[in-house]
């Protein structure tokens, strides 16, 4: 089994076998760098997978893009797109559902997860939700979380560089 930490979230490889020539090395992924080389992973005829994602965002994001959730969803999808660079090597590709905005600005992780139970049947299928907050540097989610109702993450956005602010953590 392997696994692989991205955005927070722990997500385990059944299927997934790699040989190790060298030992790999762990470093962040920096924000518009390449993608890591995933070749020496190995997946036999695994299916290609996708995650279905439901994005939120707080209004402290909305307003500062003037409240046009065309320029919100613009620069937020941004992330989706460069997190698809890692996750397609690895049979797994990010489908965003939607972007939607929360109207509340002090969200943490647990008030993230009830804020989605309690809308839940109102809200489109989805695997797993993300909150993108506004001034936030970090990145939060409950280990194992996919798979369950705990299916949510937290993360960060850097306002100055027009971008997206999340954690990456790779085993090179």
Known sequence: MNLLLLYGL????????????????????VWGDAAPDYSIATFGSAPYRY???????????TGYYEYDMVRVKTN???????????????????????????MRSNLSLYGFQEYRRQRLHKLPPHDFAAL??????????????????????????IHHLHLPWVPYSFMR
């Open 10 to 29: 722990v997500i385990r490889f059944w299927y997934c076998h790699a040989t190790e020539e060298s030992r790999l090395k762990r470093a962040p992924a």
């Open 132 to 157: 993108i907050s506004f001034r936030y540097a970090g990145g939060l989610a409950f280990v194992g979380g996919l798979c369950s109702d705990k299916a949510v993450m937290l993360c960060g956005f």
């Open 76 to 102: 937020i999808l941004k992330v989706v797109e460069e997190a698809n660079t890692y996750f397609n090597q690895l049979r797994l590709g990010i489908v965003v559902v939607d972007v939607m905005q929360t």
């Open 51 to 61: 995650l279905y994602t439901l994005l939120f965002v707080d209004d402290k994001i």
